[in-house]
């Protein structure tokens, strides 16, 4: 019964890891490492739920204990640094979208707006 406490803790641990993980990849604009690590995280946290519904009929209110207590701290305060990560990085994808909106109106004022005539004629 220790191993399987043992091993919620594990998954636990885990899924804070997979959490820091995601924001380093996210912080270098590393899209496939960030989309890679939240893949890995929400496994984690479905493991972790799938053995809690079992550990909390072995031992009701196992949670509570200070161990569990730091381990839950330890992930809330990973999850909102990871919040306020991408809240910074959609922030300032927003700000690069606009300057591209931005270029984008001006280009389109020097173009023509015409056809470039490429010598192929249509026939119905």
């Known amino acids: 019964m220790d191993q399987q406490f043992l091993r919620q803790e594990q998954m636990l641990k885990a899924y804070i890891a ?15 490492g960030f989309d890679k690590a939240m893949r890995w995280k929400k496994a984690a946290f479905h493991h972790f739920r799938a053995m809690d519904h079992k550990l909390e009929q072995l031992r009701p209110g196992y949670l ?46 020097f173009h023509s707006g015409g056809q470039n005539p490429t010598g192929f004629v249509e026939t119905v």
């Open 64 to 109: 509570h204990a200070k161990t569990w207590q730091d381990l839950w701290q330890e992930a809330e305060t990973a999850d909102r640094a990871l919040e306020e990560g991408i809240e910074l990085h959609k922030d300032k994808l927003q700000k690069q979208l606009v300057r591209i909106r931005n270029h984008k109106a001006t280009l389109n004022k």
């Open 18 to 32: 997979r959490g820091l993980r995601a924001l380093k990849a996210l912080e270098t604009s590393d899209w496939d």
